[in-house]
């Protein structure tokens, strides 16, 4: 997951930087996934950032919500943005409609997982759901930015900031928390022997 993370900064970095001229005012970050010189590690991030999106939320999701029907209804949210993701990736920009719809369907369904996700959170943990509440709020609102500018780069890269401080926090949480569950273990059984 810590990769993962790493590779959505990284990503559009050194594509930006093996393609100088890009200017995401005027075209969009799935550029990269067509130009000779980034595709192939443009698409491959792209996969590899799926896997790592469905691992983080999925294993939040099976420690926070007991209830079957809400993991159900997060589970299936959580799928179709991950297959739409991939889907992005593996037809790239030049496939227009296929890829189109992939993208949106990622943008739909992962920004509405993200605020499901701290709308039921938020009846046991009110700050830590308002968060994901937020951040899918902002990522809704980051689609204004189609707007005003020619190309819908500057909504992708404000969207996958979003995303990758909602897939940080929630990782640092969990990890957090997991950490705290084994030092408890730990100290009971070091209790028991001593």
């Not at 990284?10 to 799935?30: G, R």
């Not at 010189?37 to 420690?63: E, V």
């Not at 889907?87 to 990622?106: N, Q």
């Not at 046991?124 to 689609?143: C, T």
Request: hydrophobic fraction near 55%.
């Amino acid at each position: 997951m810590i990769f993962s993370l790493i590779l959505g900064i990284v990503s559009p970095l050194l594509c930006w930087y093996m393609i100088p001229d890009f200017n995401p005012i005027t075209k969009p970050l799935s550029y990269f996934g067509v130009a000779e010189i980034t595709a192939w590690y443009w698409n491959a991030s792209l996969i590899i950032i799926a896997f790592g999106i469905y691992l983080n939320a999925q294993k939040a999701t099976l420690k926070l919500f007991s209830k079957i029907r809400a993991r159900k209804a997060l589970d299936t949210l959580l799928i179709i943005s991950v297959i739409s993701l991939i889907i992005t990736a593996l037809f790239p920009m030049d496939k227009t409609i296929i890829h189109r719809v992939s993208a949106i369907g990622f943008f739909l369904a992962y920004n509405l997982f993200i605020f499901c996700f701290g709308a039921l959170k938020s009846r046991k943990y009110i700050r830590q759901g308002m968060f994901s509440m937020i951040i899918g709020s902002g990522m809704l609102l980051s689609s204004l930015l189609l707007i005003p500018f020619p190309s819908y780069g500057v909504f992708e890269i404000v969207y996958f900031l979003m995303a990758l401080i909602w897939n940080g926090k929630l990782m640092y949480s969990r990890v957090k928390k997991e950490r705290k569950i084994t030092e408890g273990r730990l100290s009971f059984i070091a209790s028991y022997f001593f």
